[in-house]
């Protein structure tokens, strides 16, 4: 059996990384704050404090979820660690959504870290990570620093494998409106259909999801690879 665990589903990359998911996996499991409106036979939901999950019952919440009994393989499977499991983040937010860069701090790097640290516990062997083209743990703008710091951090718990993503500005469907970000898409639209430029033109939300995908079902001799915009773009043509 092979298993996906997710955070960030709710997210622009996320949602469409959970359609990915369901042509590869056997089971999804989804972590979040709250459940989405979404019902799939793969799907799994459990709904907590994600500051806290390394203290959730996962066992309690899995079966609780599973009305007929349908996840009890499931469970069966991470318990005895028969299961290839593998581990996706799309988590994210802006200072703005936050309301403060204490708080943006906590979301995009303590629930990212713990989230990583449970997948790890449950057996998974690769880590796929959306980060930001600019993340530097050295820079001075302060969402790049963050994006550099989890990058440092995630490559501590030693996985198997760790892909992280960079890509560019993103396009696609937000589910609000960010004036900057429109603008840029905007500006940046055409390097798109000129082809030029790959590691800064715009990238889709669905090619991103696409990438890690594959990414998470090849081989690779590196325990650690960055995957930038215009590797995710060649990727998925």
Do not use: C
Request: charge should be neutral; charged fraction near 25%; avoid cysteine.
């Amino acid at each position: 059996m092979n298993i996906a665990l997710i955070s960030g589903t709710s997210g622009m990359v996320g949602m469409q990384l959970l359609h990915q998911l369901f042509k590869k996996y056997d089971f999804v499991i989804s972590v979040g704050r709250r459940k989405l409106a979404l019902k799939h036979e793969k799907l799994v939901q459990l709904e907590g404090d994600l500051l806290k999950i390394n203290i959730w019952d996962w066992e309690h919440l899995l079966m609780s979820s599973s009305l007929g009994g349908e996840y009890q393989l499931v469970r069966e499977e991470i318990l005895e660690k028969k299961a290839e499991i593998h581990a996706f983040s799309s988590l994210g937010t802006t200072i703005k959504q936050a309301g403060s860069k204490e708080r943006f701090y906590q979301v995009d790097h303590d629930i990212v870290l713990e989230f990583a640290t449970w997948a790890k516990n449950l057996g998974a062997t690769k880590f796929l990570y959306v980060s930001a083209l600019s993340a530097d743990p050295e820079s001075s703008v302060f969402y790049s620093k963050v994006k550099g710091e989890v990058e440092q951090d995630l490559q501590k718990l030693d996985y198997s494998f760790l892909g992280i993503f960079r890509p560019s500005l993103l396009l696609g469907n937000r589910n609000e409106f960010r004036l900057g970000e429109w603008f840029a898409s905007i500006a940046m639209k055409p390097l798109v259909w000129l082809k030029v430029l790959k590691n800064y033109r715009p990238i889709y939300d669905f090619q991103v999801a696409k990438a890690m995908v594959l990414v998470a079902n090849q081989a690779s001799s590196q325990n650690v690879e960055i995957i930038n915009s215009g590797q995710m773009q060649d990727l998925t043509k």
